[in-house]
């Protein structure tokens, strides 16, 4: 039978994207559930019909409603990008659930090493639970659930001295052709001018749009830095920013990721080619489509001025952005729960 493949997405938000006592445009409050952090499921199907593996990226605040409500499937493994609170809350019930219905099977989780030790020391009892496969910078790792069929390749980003080993994870997906790159939270990719080149052409970039204009104590990345603002708040954190400061949350213990981020400061010396924008990363590597979550904008209303956006509203913005500087790619602003066919085999 036909095999189909899809991206789902399980939650859109940010860490907190719906403040208790508040209301924001682009969220639904009543919404089933959006509320959810931004988390993924590429599945895959027998035709259009029944799901036949579920990888699962991320899983913070709001994962375990949703898949309850979308078909109370467990997922077949978890990828994760980094370990702040907002990205592997669920983490607990999902694996509990899989550990206890599953013969004490452990559950399979994907990070880099820094990564996991983080979450253990989050939620120790997952020692236990897990099978931890280690990412390392750069080489792409089976993911063993889907037999041959998907490989995933961590690639590290600086998202503050907290976010220990963050990673955007490449996702090829063997039998359709394609390729996701997840970039999860950022503020400065530090990948290697070689690895640049090597994602030119991603099928789907699928990031974190949490700014439309630059405030790096947020610690993401904007998706434009276009306003007149923009030097107020960029210009005094580059002056703050080191290379010892970058490499503070990244794992030292593996001398494949210590030797990738001294390859990322060789290729990458001067400040001024640093890339901090959802926009100079297109530009560098020209996906075919972007897929904007995460959004909350609040630094911009505060900060810039500017009004917070609905969900149409991001998406045309984003869009004639993109078109201004003659990007050819389909700019998305999904909603939760939609599904997004990408390939079939």
């Not at 208790?20 to 559930?33: C, E, R, T």
């Amino acid at each position: 039978m036909m095999r189909t493949f899809s991206l789902r997405i399980n939650g859109r938000g940010n860490a907190w994207p719906i403040p208790i006592g508040q209301h924001h445009p682009f969220y639904d409050l009543p919404g089933a559930p959006d509320y959810a952090n931004a988390s993924y499921s590429i599945l895959e199907r027998e035709g259009e019909g029944k799901i036949i593996k579920d990888i699962l990226i991320d899983a913070g605040h709001g994962i375990v409603p949703f898949l309850l409500r979308h078909g109370n499937r467990i997922p077949d493994a978890m990828l994760i990008t980094h370990p702040h609170f907002d990205h592997i809350l669920g983490m607990d019930w999902i694996i509990q659930s899989y550990y206890r219905f599953r013969g004490k099977k452990k559950y399979p989780v994907y990070a880099t090493r820094g990564c996991c030790e983080q979450i253990i020391k989050t939620m120790p009892h997952l020692k236990e639970l897990c099978e931890f496969t280690e990412l390392s910078y750069g080489r792409p790792v089976p993911v063993r659930e889907t037999g041959e069929g998907m490989t995933v390749t961590a690639f590290p980003v600086y998202h503050g001295v907290h976010a220990r080993a963050a990673a955007m994870l490449l996702v090829e997906i063997v039998p359709a052709g394609k390729r996701l790159l997840f970039t999860g939270d950022v503020l400065v990719p530090m990948i290697r001018q070689g690895d640049l080149e090597m994602l030119r052409g991603v099928d789907w970039l699928i990031t974190d749009a949490n700014n439309r204009f630059p405030y790096p104590k947020t610690n993401h990345w904007s998706v434009v830095r276009r306003h007149p603002e923009d030097e107020k708040y960029i210009g005094p954190w580059l002056k703050e920013l080191t290379e010892p400061l970058m490499m503070v949350p990244h794992n030292f213990q593996n001398y494949t990721n210590y030797q990738y981020l001294l390859d990322y400061f060789r290729d990458f010396p001067e400040k001024e080619d640093y890339i901090l924008t959802v926009l100079d990363f297109a530009t560098r590597i020209r996906p075919r489509n972007l897929l904007l979550t995460h959004y909350s904008g609040l630094e911009d209303e505060k900060y810039y001025k500017e009004v917070l956006l609905d969900t149409p509203g991001l998406e045309k913005w984003a869009q004639e952005t993109m078109d201004d500087v003659n990007l050819a790619m389909k700019v998305k602003v999904p909603e939760t729960g939609a599904i997004i066919p990408f390939g079939k085999k």
